[in-house]
């Protein structure tokens, strides 16, 4: 039988390895099931379904001005300035303008009203305002997210922020800046291992990290976000396991492969430690842990996971091609 098609799921009996799409490949386990034959080996790397990262706050106008319920927690996302500038989409898409206040209640809405663009997606404002105090709104799709304001006398965050631009007077100055509507952008072109299976696979994390992402700017609760932490903590622990799986199926050279392995061992106590801590109300899903995240996940895909792939196509020629 002529191997071309991809490692999706794969078995081997007897030495001979089935390789192909999930569906054929369920229909072969279910028989191999009820003829009970004597199964050596199974790796699957493959996955059905790669979640849809969906926009959490949907209908922009309906939301002009609304506060997240959860704006205490998201502003201390504000906090970290290398994280923020890390979902900083490019400075051209920066949108300068100004507007009045006038010490009014529910006043915080012109900020929003005043931008020339339409406040789609995540975006950041940096308010001015004449006295010297500097705010900060995490918005998504017009809704705010998260609040900080500092003064020459102190720090607010969350609805003691919004409390404060309440009752501001003068003449602020804006500065808007879009953030990424992805933390990570998948990319075939750096990112793809050439192991469609595994691809999926990377494509599900990223899916993952991405739906985190757009939770946090989204202002979405803990609640959400805690089934996102333990999605990913799962779905990475298995993704590593079929990697690491395929090295022993194909001989990967021990110091390679134990310098991967090793890779993912570091990432994986980090992650289960994250996990305890964020369960316990210790630690914060936090743009900067997201940042990290985004970062690791795109150092290691695109370093020791595609020297893998490159090395399986190559060197060892496995039937990976479609
Ligand atoms: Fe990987
Ligand atoms: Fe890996």
């Not at 007077?169 to 990319?187: I, P, Q, T």
């Not at 899916?207 to 992402?213: S, T």
């Given at each position: ?126 308010v001015e305002g004449e006295e010297g105090w500097l705010g900060k709104l995490l918005v998504y799709n017009n809704m705010i997210t998260g ?176």
């Amino acid at each position: 039988m002529e191997l071309t098609l991809i490692i999706e799921y794969m078995f081997e009996i007897e030495n001979k390895v089935y390789v192909g799409a999930p569906v054929v490949l369920r229909r072969l386990r279910r028989w191999l099931i009820l003829r009970d034959p004597e199964v050596k080996y199974i790796v699957e790397v493959g996955v059905d379904e790669i979640p849809e990262v969906r926009d959490p706050v949907p209908q922009a106008e309906v939301f002009l001005g609304k506060v997240s319920e959860h704006i205490e927690s998201t502003s201390r996302f504000l906090d970290t300035e290398e994280a923020v500038a890390f979902f900083i989409l490019n400075t051209e898409s920066r949108v300068r303008y100004s507007t009045r206040l006038y010490g009014l209640k529910g006043q915080t809405i012109l900020l929003l009203t005043a931008s020339p663009e339409p406040l789609k997606g995540p975006w950041l404002l940096v308010v001015e305002g004449e006295e010297g105090w500097l705010g900060k709104l995490l918005v998504y799709n017009n809704m705010i997210t998260g609040a900080q304001v500092m003064t020459k006398l102190g720090e607010y965050y969350g609805k003691a922020a919004l409390d404060f631009i309440e009752n501001a007077r003068g003449e602020v100055r804006v500065d808007a800046v879009r953030l990424k509507r992805r933390a990570f952008e998948w990319d075939p072109s750096r990112f793809s291992v050439f192991v469609r299976g595994i691809d999926r696979q990377h494509q599900y994390l990223v899916a993952v990290l991405n739906m985190a992402y757009l939770g946090l700017v989204g202002g979405q609760g803990r609640r959400a976000l805690e089934e996102v932490v333990d999605r990913m903590v799962e779905y990475t622990k298995f993704h590593f396991r079929s990697e690491e799986v395929l090295f022993d199926r194909f001989h990967y050279p021990e110091d390679r492969a134990e310098r991967h392995r090793r890779e993912h061992r570091q990432f994986t106590l980090k992650a289960l430690e994250f996990r305890e801590k964020f369960m316990q109300g210790e630690a914060e899903l936090t743009l900067d842990v997201l940042r990290y995240l985004a970062q690791w996940l795109q150092g290691h895909i695109g370093g020791s996971d595609r020297a893998f792939g490159v090395w399986l196509k190559e060197v060892a020629q496995a039937p990976i091609t479609e």
